[in-house]
């Protein structure tokens, strides 16, 4: 850096800009220039002011120090936070863990009397199963022709199950026992998730978007809707996957290791549940999102993803110094 002379002074002497990275090189008493706050420049003499420059540089240091770990707090928040924001924070604690069909695409997911009933999506894929809660081996199989993508399962209060398909508008009902199609329901738009909110006799369905619609459990008919949002305001779309428990709605958040808890009453958020870490770095690696949640009677919850090796039987605790 070159010799500058001071705008007002006229003096020659180093940059205003090295006052804080030079000033303690300089020998004691010796002449320098300093910027002063307005941007002037002024010729200051040594000893005092070496003290001054010290005083000033631990100052910086001290900030610089303190706005780094502010960030860093931010940051460490931020990152938790990337679900939407709710008052409650969750983390899932792994009771159990049980092997998952490693090329079932989940799609739905619900416990019926001690086993599990799941539907995997994709054209040409899509299947409903019932598989064993103890050992996680398939007992029965019936594949969904190949023009349907199949989605959410859920079983109606007489016991027959009724799985969504995704953009064909079917709703294919089946027998509880042998999983076979024993009669269809029409709607329109997009078919996601399905859960069977009893104590308010309704069927709750997803669509991808931040809208859950009512529909009536014996002809499929529209009730109502409600919009989700969260702590902010802001609405939660990409609900997929969904567990109705004791009149609320638990909701996997598409393409995130996210859990919603809904009340479907008004939309607002109870919790989120942060489910990340439940897979191996190379089991994630393998294997595609988050999704499929259903309650076991115990007050647990069976957890698992599209192309999971691996589901997970999970009680939840708050997480620590949440707000
Ligand atoms: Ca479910």
Known sequence: MG???????????RP????????????????????????????????????????????????????????????????????????????PVVERRLPHDP????????VVDGEVIESTGLYGESSVRRWDLDTGRTVDQVDVPQEFFAEGVTALPDGRL??????????????????????????????????????????????????????????????????????????VSELNELECVDGRVWANVWQTDTIVVIDPVDGSLDATVDASGLLTEDQRAEADVLNGI???PDGSFLLTGKLWPAAFVVNFEPIEGDR
């Open 3 to 13: 010799v500058v002379t001071s705008r007002e002074t006229g003096v020659e002497g």
């Open 16 to 91: 205003p800009a090295v006052i804080v990275a030079g000033v303690d090189h300089l020998p004691p008493g010796a002449d320098r220039v300093h910027q002063t706050e307005d941007g002037a420049s002024a010729r200051v003499v040594g000893g005092s002011t070496d003290r001054r420059a010290r005083r000033a540089l631990v100052l910086v240091a001290i900030g610089v120090v303190l706005v780094g770990l502010l960030a860093a707090a931010v940051w460490v928040r931020a990152g938790r936070e990337t679900g939407p924001a709710a008052q409650g924070g969750l983390r």
């Open 103 to 110: 090329e079932a695409f989940t799609q739905g997911l619900e």
């Open 162 to 235: 009724v799985q969504l398909t995704w953009k064909e508008g079917t709703a294919f009902v089946r027998n509880p026992d042998t999983l076979a199609e024993v009669g269809r329901f029409d709607y329109e738009g997009e078919g996601w998730g399905i859960c069977m909110d009893e104590p308010n006799d309704r069927l709750v369905m997803s669509d991808g978007s931040a809208t859950l619609t009512f529909r009536d459990t014996d002809t499929f008919a529209v009730e109502g809707s409600v919009d989700v949002i969260d702590d902010g305001g802001a609405p």
């Open 294 to 296: 259903a309650a076991l």
